[in-house]
């Protein structure tokens, strides 16, 4: 709008080009003034804080977002806005089901996902419940959170969740389908390379080496066991054992690592413990086990089969510990003799 200097005063509009839909809520409402000062005189009531006040290049539009304003003032401009009501809004429609991804086995953790709906949903809670083993007499068990971790009271039942969405206008609820019934932990198991290799390799001080192995199901790692033997008549080495998360195929963070072992040259060959300082709680997945050895070098040597790109070594101070995460490494085909025993 253009407004001269022989303009009246008076209610002038401001129209946009095409209607603005806005939802319930506080607006800010103002004007952005052109290049000649002082033609145009504004009223305005005095309150409090009420005007926001920043410069702004004309030529160039109003900025987006508006900025930090340069002042706050008390001129509450006579100024307004005309609407015309929108339709009724309605409360958020399932058109599919929440789902449930995960192992239905103690220890293992649930995810929810909240299906599809209608109607924008702005949030949702979650409501998980237990289930008889035919998905009938169901109770509610788990907080407002798209996960659950299964429990041994879960064991020999189902679970499923009720997903409730919201929005401005009101709010439903949806609820997926029953797992299947949930297992308890497995007596126990092992998870790496439990036969002997048939090349041996004196171990270097200083260094640590991992294999990636498959935990099959969640379990509680207690200890690493590898095959040892001896390079040495004398002396000794010591060793502990490590668990690298993967990351992309390699091995990441540091999750653990067991209490030292030393091996005296002229020990007999076998499998040796190395026991964890505690239990290691995992999901199912993959991870990197294996040793980082330090003392004298070549005192003791673990057994290998060949399988390409099977292992990841670098270099790392023993008395400093195993670096975490696992840092850059170089790749070979020793697969280690080594396995995890779980519960």
Excluded at 145 to 158: E, F, G, K, P, R
Excluded at 226 to 235: C, D, E, K, R, T
Excluded at 303 to 314: D, I, K, P
Aim: proline share 6%; with cysteine; net charge negative.
């Amino acid at each position: 709008m253009t407004f001269g200097t022989t303009a009246q005063s008076g209610w002038y509009d401001l129209p946009f080009p095409s209607a603005v839909p806005l939802s319930a809520g506080t607006y800010w409402i103002g004007l952005i003034d052109g290049v000649t000062s002082n033609v145009i005189a504004l009223r305005y009531d005095s309150v409090a804080n009420s005007s926001a006040v920043g410069p702004d290049t004309y030529s160039d539009g109003p900025t987006n977002p508006f900025g930090t304003p340069s002042r706050y003032d008390a001129e509450q401009l006579s100024l307004y806005a005309t609407y015309t009501p929108g339709a009724a809004g309605s409360s958020p429609l399932n058109t599919g089901p929440p789902t449930i991804s995960g192992t239905t086995q103690q220890g293992a953790t649930l995810t929810a996902t909240n299906g599809t709906w209608d109607n924008n949903p702005t949030s949702f809670g979650y409501q998980w419940q237990r289930c008889d083993a035919s998905g009938n007499a169901c109770g509610p068990i788990g907080t407002n959170s798209s996960t659950y971790a299964v429990l041994l009271a879960d064991v020999d039942s189902t679970i499923r969740v009720a997903v409730t969405a919201s929005n401005a206008y009101g709010q439903n609820t949806a609820t997926s389908a029953q797992t299947a019934v949930v297992q308890g932990l497995p007596s126990g198991g092992t998870f790496g390379q439990t036969s002997v290799g048939p090349t041996p390799d004196p171990m270097l001080a200083d260094r640590k080496r991992v294999n990636s192995y498959q935990l099959p199901v969640a379990g509680t790692v207690t200890k690493l066991t590898v095959y040892l033997q001896s390079n040495a008549s004398s002396g000794q080495q010591v060793l502990k054992g490590v668990i690298y998360s993967d990351s992309g195929g390699a091995p990441g963070a540091l999750l653990a690592v067991s209490n030292e072992l030393t091996f005296h040259g002229g020990d007999a060959a076998g499998w040796y413990d190395l026991v964890l300082r505690s239990g290691l709680s995992l999901q199912p997945g993959a991870y990197w086990i294996g040793l980082i050895s330090g003392g004298t070098s070549y005192t003791a040597a673990f057994r290998w089969t060949s399988v390409s790109g099977s292992r990841r070594y670098n270099t790392n101070s023993y008395a400093s510990g195993p670096s975490d995460p696992f840092g850059a490494a170089s790749t070979d085909s020793e697969q280690i003799s080594i396995y995890a025993t779980y519960s």
